[in-house]
């Protein structure tokens, strides 16, 4: 249960002036990046992030004047005036849809430890008062439901408010099952500055089997989750020390963290196997551990952003294939042709590239994350960052690219699994395709048959000699 909320104090304030010196906006509704720590009852607040403008230009949040009342719209010779309007403040509305897809694509770019932890608000203070709650509520529900939250179970989220008439912040936590908000205090600190930084180099290297009438949402899914046991129960090396529960760390960081991972089980084939699935290749992962937190919650936060960072580019690859259906460019889509792929009807191996991830200056030496396909450059990052993160400052030039190899999927039919079989064995050889080992085919079984007759005659011949040499010895006798 959140109890208070603490704000980096540097971040917060040069937002807060940013947005007050505009002196244009009259409302503006944005996402609130930090973390609800497990071992506290507080909340941390890194940054606030604008929701853009849509497709349409429009702004996210907007004010709406409010309906005169039942009492004032009275006729010309009533006691109120001609068409008296009301003096309630205007109420605010939202695009929901857009502030929650907001939502999607900044989580995405935050690495462990950081993640969308409800909205803010920037208005007067009649308008937000104004405002049902139940509207506020929603918006928050909507936004939470896009961002993935991988074993986490934290049922509270923020709604920060800051008034600019009089100038003040107020906070409250929305409590996801009832809708309800409560207050809640907020003071600010010095949290970016004192943040660790914990970094994996995760390798993997899995092999599933494929059922015919799997998709390949589901294929590649189930891939993931083999993957999630496997890294849940990982022990972990912090700079080269087994990880207890009593560890500490004196050291600044940043932290290099290995994870030892269990023997792996052959999985059972069950029924209907069309293939097998061969998923290979690395993950560069960071988590940042805030102040007063526990160390096992950066080995926690490190791996989800292993798992939450192959779940984003599968992600990358569905939203590219849905985009491409319906602009009717399927041609040139990789990410249409492998989406389209039947398991069942390969008859060569077939493979393609995860997305890669590359690591982007943020804020007090952290990093943000984007995901690059095999024809993007890091300009393209460039522009999603500025646009999504309102990333303001050139540092493209600064830009890590950890992961030297994209991450692959083979998927090999039926006929290259089974020992023996090759994936043209349903044809059958056509006399081109046999080669002079094939063709001499039959003389080497003619030679195995020479050679199992061969010991059988020697088996033989010794049988006899040592009957001769036995029963001469039993006449003497």
């Not at 929901?96 to 939502?103: G, L, M, N, T």
């Not at 050889?429 to 059988?456: H, M, Y």
Request: charged share 20%.
């Amino acid at each position: 249960m959140v109890k208070a909320v603490v704000a980096d104090e540097v971040r917060i304030k040069a937002f807060e002036d940013g947005v007050a010196s505009s002196g244009v906006l009259r409302s503006q509704v944005g996402l609130v990046v930090g973390k609800l720590s497990a071992s506290s009852d507080r909340a941390l607040v890194y940054s606030l992030l604008p929701t853009p403008p849509t497709d349409a230009g429009e702004p996210a949040c907007s004010l709406r004047a409010a309906a005169p009342s039942a009492g004032k719209a009275k006729s010309k010779g009533g006691k109120g005036g001609a068409g008296a309007s009301s003096d309630a403040p205007p109420t605010l509305q939202f695009d929901v849809d857009w502030v929650a897809e907001h939502a999607r694509q900044a989580s995405r770019m935050l690495l462990g430890g950081m993640s969308v932890i409800g909205i803010y608000i920037w208005s007067s203070e009649g308008s937000f008062k104004a405002t049902p709650s139940a509207v506020l509520s929603q918006v928050i529900r909507v936004v939470s439901q896009s961002v993935p939250w991988y074993g986490s179970d934290f049922d509270e989220r923020l709604l920060l408010h800051l008034s600019y008439s009089p100038r003040r912040w107020a906070c409250r936590i929305c409590e996801m099952a009832s809708g309800s908000l409560r207050p809640c205090d907020f003071k600010y600190s010095k949290l970016l500055a004192s943040l660790q930084t914990f970094r994996c180099t995760y390798n993997f290297e899995t092999r599933l089997t494929v059922v015919q009438a799997e998709p390949f949402k589901k294929v590649i899914s189930k891939a993931i989750s083999h993957l999630t046991k496997e890294v849940q129960n990982a022990k972990a090396l912090i700079d080269g020390d087994l990880f207890s529960d009593d560890m500490t760390i004196t050291s600044e960081g940043p932290h290099e963290v290995d994870l030892l991972v269990p023997f792996k089980n052959n999985l059972p084939a069950g029924e209907g196997v069309a293939g097998l699935l061969l998923f290979a290749g690395s993950v560069s992962a960071l988590a940042y551990l805030g102040p007063k937190e526990s160390i096992s919650e950066a080995i926690s936060d490190l791996k989800v952003d292993i798992i939450a960072s192959l779940r984003s580019r599968l992600d990358i690859i569905l939203d590219e294939a849905d985009d491409d259906s319906t602009t009717n460019d399927m041609e040139n889509s990789a990410s249409q042709k492998v989406t389209q792929v039947n398991f069942h009807e390969l008859r060569e191996p077939y493979s393609f590239s995860f997305p890669r991830r590359i690591l982007i200056p943020w804020l007090a030496g952290s990093y943000i994350c984007d995901y690059l396909q095999q024809s993007e450059t890091t300009k393209d990052a460039m522009e999603r960052c500025k646009e999504v993160i309102s990333l303001e400052t050139e540092v493209e030039n600064s830009i890590l690219e950890p992961e030297t190899a994209s991450s692959t999927v083979t998927l090999e039919s039926f006929w290259d699994v089974v020992p023996g079989a090759s994936s043209r064995a349903r044809a059958g050889p056509s006399l081109k395709d046999v080669r002079p080992e094939q063709a001499t085919g039959s003389g080497r079984t003619q030679g195995n048959s020479f050679s199992i007759l061969a010991a059988l005659f020697v088996l033989l011949v010794a049988l006899l000699v040592g009957f001769m040499f036995a029963f001469p010895a039993k006449s003497k006798t």
